[in-house]
């Protein structure tokens, strides 16, 4: 059973342009973490969010948790080419935490 | 760099063969995480150890195991290797839950594993 939906699954944009990724849930998650990771490297941590209805920003890159905390968004403005790469959510629930399934982010110059 | 290392890099090897993969938490991490990365089945929880003893176990298979000693880094020995365990195989640490309150985890660079 999936815990995490991640969509989409894929998302090819252009340079410049907005997008965001959604990662739901139907369980509720002490925290929620978002992970990048290039082919063949290990997942890097980007943001931890915790409290319900919390936003974070990191850079061009705006993380948001639902109040209810069972649901979370990416939202990333005027992408750039070094964004490119899979984007994983992951929601802790007792120390375990479930990955969604991710996207795969390309941007083209 | 995360501060986590895994060994080796690569390791191909026969159906039936048995190998060992070894992870060096980061520097002050009681927590050591296996995951298992494949096509079709993403980024799977495999079992967590914490400062030497089994912590939580997720979707390991019983021919799957894994220790981690007292100098806390940790090896998951894999048996009666199949085809179907070709995969990507990453350690990570975290200070959860010792020091910390959130289960942020580190991720080394991971281990290729292909059996023929």
């Known amino acids: 059973t999936q815990l995490l939906e991640q969509s989409p699954q894929f998302l090819s944009i252009q340079e410049g342009e907005n997008l965001t990724v959604y990662c739901n849930s139907s369980?509720?998650?002490?925290?929620l973490q978002w992970y990048r990771q290039e082919p063949g490297e290990g997942p890097v941590l980007l943001v931890t969010?915790?409290?319900?209805?919390e936003v974070k920003k990191l850079k061009r890159l705006t993380f948001q948790f639902g109040d209810a905390r069972k649901d979370s968004s990416l939202h990333i403005t005027a992408a750039q080419p070094g964004d490119t790469g899979l984007y994983l959510c992951?929601?802790?629930?007792?120390?375990?935490?479930?990955f969604g399934q991710g996207t795969e982010l390309s941007v083209k110059p | 760099d995360s501060g986590v290392t895994q060994t080796p890099k690569h390791l191909i090897t026969a159906t039936g063969q048995r190998v060992t993969l070894r992870c060096s938490p980061r520097?002050?991490?009681?927590?050591v995480y296996w995951y298992q990365q494949s096509l079709d089945q993403g980024l799977q929880f495999l079992i967590q150890?914490?400062?030497?003893?089994?912590?939580a176990k997720g979707n390991i298979l019983e021919r799957f195991s894994a220790q981690q000693f007292p100098d806390l880094h940790s090896e998951l020995n894999l048996s009666s290797l199949e085809l179907g365990d070709s995969a990507l195989y990453f350690c990570?640490?975290?200070?959860?839950?010792?020091?910390?309150?959130?289960?942020?985890?580190?991720f080394g660079p991971g281990t290729r594993l292909t059996v023929l």
């Open positions: 520097s002050g991490d009681l927590s």
């Open positions: 150890y914490y400062n030497g003893e089994e912590r």
């Open positions: 969010v915790v409290t319900g209805g």
């Open positions: 369980s509720v998650f002490s925290s």
């Open positions: 990570a640490s975290s200070s959860y839950p010792g020091t910390s309150v959130d289960n942020e985890q580190f």
């Open positions: 992951a929601g802790d629930q007792g120390g375990k935490l479930i």
